[in-house]
Nanobody
């Protein structure tokens, strides 16, 4: 079992920044790939960013490249998503997720544990 708890969401004006955190417990965190997904009202859950077990490999969806940064601290069992230059279209519930393997993955079926989500609202 893996437990994931997100924090750091909130309301921010367009152009602002937020840092999401995800605290993990349970399974061997340091050998697991991690990801962030988001879901806006009326839309399907979409991939945002992923990081491999070591933090040495990352991948982002095109719409956040250059603005978001995913990172991890294996000693603290934490994953972060630094979000800069936020836009109203970034408004969504953001979910932290643990992968079935150790690499980077962009599809939900490669992840088997999900947090409860944290709301991010960007006002124009």
């Amino acid at each position: 079992q893996v437990q994931l708890v997100e924090s750091g969401g909130g309301l921010v004006q367009a152009g602002g920044s937020l840092r999401l955190s995800c605290a993990a417990s349970g399974r061997t965190f340091s050998s697991t790939g991690m990801g962030w997904f988001r879901q806006a009202p009326g839309k399907e859950r979409e991939f945002v960013a992923t990081v491999n077990w070591s933090g040495g490999s990352t991948y982002y969806t095109d719409s956040v490249k250059g603005r978001f940064t995913i990172s991890r601290d294996n000693a603290k069992k934490m994953v972060y998503l630094q979000m800069n230059s936020l836009k109203p279209e970034d408004t969504a519930v953001y979910y932290c997720t643990a992968a079935k393997g150790s690499s980077i993955y962009t599809v939900p079926r490669m992840y088997d544990y999900w947090g409860q989500g944290t709301q991010v609202t960007v006002s124009s």
